[in-house]
C-alpha cells in the first residue's frame, strides 16, 4: 500500500487478504484463489504480493495453474532483505520483524503463540533462537524500540537492519509499469 | 474451572475416574496432576504400560484429534504435551524395568539449517508413548547425523521434520543418499512439518508424510507391521 502510494501507481488497485492468514499458511493459496478468480475479469494483470509465506511450494503451484505472477522467495523477510543476500546469511537462529509485524506483535506473535497467558512456553517456542532482527521498511525510532522491547521480551539480542522494501520495490514497479 | 473441579482429590476417585479425570487434566495441561494421578496409579498397582496407554496416551489423542479439527491450538497441545511428559518423566524408567512392549525403533531429527522442534517432539512423545524407542537427534541434522544414527542404533524408521519451505527440500537430499548407498529400502522413512503435503514426500521418495503425530503414530505402526509380515512371509 505504501509502495503504491508512494509511486503513484493510480492504475493499481490492491486487495488484501487478512493478514493473520500468515499464521495459517495451510489457509493462502485457496484465499489467493478465490481472490484471483472474483477480481480477474476487471483487470488486465493479475499479480500475487506473496511469496511462498509457508505453503511449501502449493502457491507457486496455484499461481502456475492461474497463470499470474507471484514475488519469487520463501518469505517477505527474504524479499525485503533480497533474496541472494538473505540465503547468503543462513541465520538459522534469526528471527524476524518487519515493520508491519512490529507493529502487530502481540497480535500476530504474542498472542497467538498463548504467551500472554502461558508465558512458561516461551523456551519451547523460542529456545534455538539467539537474535531478533528487525527488518525496518522505514526509519521510525518508535518501531525501532518496540522491536527492540519484543527481543527483550523474548529473551532474545537485538538487531535492526535497515532494509527498505528492497525486492518488493522493484518487483512491484516491474509489474505496474509493464 | 469451576470450584467443584478445583475441589476434586485425585485420590479419592475411583480407577475409571480417575482416568476419565486424567483425559480432562491433560487436555488442560495441568503437569502436576498428571503426575500425582500417574503416582496414585502406580501406588494401586497399575502397570506402569496400562498407565501409559490407557492414560496419558488416550487423553493425548483426544488432545491430538481436537487439534486437528481446529478446536485446540498450538499453545494448549504443548500444555498438554508439557503435562504429559511429566508422567512419563515417572513411568519411563518403570517400562524399562518391567519389560514393556516395544514396537520398533525410530531415529528422528529437525533436518540441516532449521531449528523448529515443537512437532519433532510431539511426534517423539507419542512414538514413545506409543511403545516405540526413539532416538532423537535434535535440530540442524545433517545428512552424515541422520546415517550414522540409523546404522548405529539398527533403526527401522528414520522421520525427517522440517518447517521451513526452504529447509524441507534437505529430505531429499538424506533419502537420495540413502539411495545412492542402496540402504533406502532397510528403512522407514517418514517425513513431516507445516509446509509439507503429502505430494512432497512421494516426490522426493519417502514412505509416508504425516500430518501430525497421531498420524505418525500410526503410520507408524502399520509399516511395522508390514515389515513383519513381509519377513514372515520370506
Given at each position: 500500500m505504501a509502495l503504491v502510494r508512494m509511486n503513484g501507481w493510480?492504475?493499481?488497485?490492491?486487495?488484501?487478504?487478512?493478514?493473520?492468514l500468515h499464521n495459517h499458511p495451510e489457509k493462502i493459496t485457496d484465499a489467493v484463489r478465490d481472490a484471483v478468480a472474483r477480481h480477474r475479469g476487471n483487470y488486465r494483470r493479475v499479480a500475487i504480493v506473496y511469496a511462498d509465506c509457508g505453503t511449501g511450494g502449493l502457491l507457486e503451484q496455484a499461481c502456475n495453474e492461474m497463470g499470474v505472477e507471484m514475488v519469487p522467495g520463501p518469505h517477505c523477510y527474504a524479499f525485503f532483505d533480497g533474496l541472494h543476500r538473505f540465503a547468503a546469511r543462513e541465520e538459522l537462529t534469526a528471527f524476524y520483524l518487519t515493520d508491519f509485524l512490529t507493529r502487530q506483535f502481540d497480535a500476530f506473535v504474542w498472542k497467538p503463540l498463548g504467551l500472554d497467558r502461558h508465558p512458561e512456553l516461551l523456551d519451547m517456542y523460542f529456545g534455538h533462537y539467539e537474535t531478533l532482527v528487525y527488518l525496518a521498511q522505514t526509519d521510525d525510532p518508535v518501531l525501532t524500540a518496540s522491536a527492540r522491547q519484543a527481543a527483550d521480551r523474548m529473551g532474545l539480542a537485538f538487531e535492526r537492519r535497515f532494509t527498505g522494501y528492497g525486492e518488493l520495490?522493484?518487483?512491484?514497479?516491474?509489474?505496474?509499469?509493464? | 474451572?469451576?470450584?467443584?473441579e478445583d475441589d476434586i482429590i485425585?485420590?479419592?476417585?475411583?480407577?475409571?475416574?480417575?482416568?476419565?479425570?486424567?483425559f480432562d487434566d491433560l487436555y488442560d495441561g495441568l503437569k502436576e496432576e498428571i503426575e500425582e494421578a500417574v503416582n496414585i496409579l502406580l501406588e494401586r498397582g497399575w502397570q506402569p504400560y496400562d498407565i501409559l496407554t490407557k492414560a496419558l496416551v488416550g487423553g493425548m489423542t483426544i488432545v491430538g484429534h481436537d487439534f486437528r479439527d481446529g478446536i485446540l491450538f498450538v499453545p494448549e497441545v504443548l500444555l498438554a504435551a508439557n503435562a504429559m511428559k511429566g508422567g512419563m518423566h515417572i513411568l519411563k524408567p518403570l517400562l524399562a524395568e518391567t519389560g514393556a512392549p516395544k514396537q520398533g525403533k525410530m531415529v528422528i531429527g529437525t533436518v540441516k539449517g532449521d531449528i523448529h522442534d515443537i512437532g519433532k517432539n510431539l511426534v517423539s512423545m507419542m512414538m514413545e508413548g506409543a511403545g516405540f524407542e526413539v532416538v532423537d537427534l535434535g535440530?540442524?541434522?545433517?545428512?552424515?547425523?541422520?546415517?550414522?544414527?540409523?546404522?548405529?542404533e539398527e533403526a527401522d524408521i528414520l522421520g525427517m521434520s522440517a518447517l521451513l519451505t526452504t529447509t524441507m527440500p534437505y529430505m531429499k537430499?538424506?533419502?537420495?543418499?540413502?539411495?545412492?548407498?542402496?540402504?533406502r529400502d532397510d528403512y522407514i522413512v517418514l517425513v513431516g512439518g507445516a509446509p509439507l503435503n503429502e505430494e512432497?514426500?512421494?516426490?522426493?521418495?519417502?514412505?509416508?508424510y504425516c500430518r501430525d503425530a497421531a498420524v505418525a503414530v500410526?503410520?507408524?505402526?502399520?509399516?511395522?507391521?508390514?515389515?513383519?509380515?513381509?519377513?514372515?512371509a520370506g
Amino acid at each position: 500500500m505504501a509502495l503504491v502510494r508512494m509511486n503513484g501507481w493510480s492504475q493499481v488497485d490492491l486487495t488484501c487478504l487478512p493478514a493473520i492468514l500468515h499464521n495459517h499458511p495451510e489457509k493462502i493459496t485457496d484465499a489467493v484463489r478465490d481472490a484471483v478468480a472474483r477480481h480477474r475479469g476487471n483487470y488486465r494483470r493479475v499479480a500475487i504480493v506473496y511469496a511462498d509465506c509457508g505453503t511449501g511450494g502449493l502457491l507457486e503451484q496455484a499461481c502456475n495453474e492461474m497463470g499470474v505472477e507471484m514475488v519469487p522467495g520463501p518469505h517477505c523477510y527474504a524479499f525485503f532483505d533480497g533474496l541472494h543476500r538473505f540465503a547468503a546469511r543462513e541465520e538459522l537462529t534469526a528471527f524476524y520483524l518487519t515493520d508491519f509485524l512490529t507493529r502487530q506483535f502481540d497480535a500476530f506473535v504474542w498472542k497467538p503463540l498463548g504467551l500472554d497467558r502461558h508465558p512458561e512456553l516461551l523456551d519451547m517456542y523460542f529456545g534455538h533462537y539467539e537474535t531478533l532482527v528487525y527488518l525496518a521498511q522505514t526509519d521510525d525510532p518508535v518501531l525501532t524500540a518496540s522491536a527492540r522491547q519484543a527481543a527483550d521480551r523474548m529473551g532474545l539480542a537485538f538487531e535492526r537492519r535497515f532494509t527498505g522494501y528492497g525486492e518488493l520495490a522493484t518487483t512491484l514497479e516491474r509489474w505496474a509499469v509493464c | 474451572m469451576s470450584d467443584e473441579e478445583d475441589d476434586i482429590i485425585l485420590s479419592e476417585l475411583d480407577d475409571e475416574e480417575l482416568v476419565q479425570q486424567m483425559f480432562d487434566d491433560l487436555y488442560d495441561g495441568l503437569k502436576e496432576e498428571i503426575e500425582e494421578a500417574v503416582n496414585i496409579l502406580l501406588e494401586r498397582g497399575w502397570q506402569p504400560y496400562d498407565i501409559l496407554t490407557k492414560a496419558l496416551v488416550g487423553g493425548m489423542t483426544i488432545v491430538g484429534h481436537d487439534f486437528r479439527d481446529g478446536i485446540l491450538f498450538v499453545p494448549e497441545v504443548l500444555l498438554a504435551a508439557n503435562a504429559m511428559k511429566g508422567g512419563m518423566h515417572i513411568l519411563k524408567p518403570l517400562l524399562a524395568e518391567t519389560g514393556a512392549p516395544k514396537q520398533g525403533k525410530m531415529v528422528i531429527g529437525t533436518v540441516k539449517g532449521d531449528i523448529h522442534d515443537i512437532g519433532k517432539n510431539l511426534v517423539s512423545m507419542m512414538m514413545e508413548g506409543a511403545g516405540f524407542e526413539v532416538v532423537d537427534l535434535g535440530i540442524n541434522n545433517p545428512v552424515e547425523n541422520y546415517l550414522e544414527a540409523i546404522a548405529k542404533e539398527e533403526a527401522d524408521i528414520l522421520g525427517m521434520s522440517a518447517l521451513l519451505t526452504t529447509t524441507m527440500p534437505y529430505m531429499k537430499v538424506v533419502i537420495d543418499t540413502m539411495i545412492a548407498q542402496g540402504i533406502r529400502d532397510d528403512y522407514i522413512v517418514l517425513v513431516g512439518g507445516a509446509p509439507l503435503n503429502e505430494e512432497f514426500g512421494k516426490a522426493i521418495g519417502a514412505d509416508a508424510y504425516c500430518r501430525d503425530a497421531a498420524v505418525a503414530v500410526e503410520t507408524a505402526k502399520e509399516y511395522i507391521s508390514r515389515k513383519h509380515n513381509q519377513m514372515a512371509a520370506g
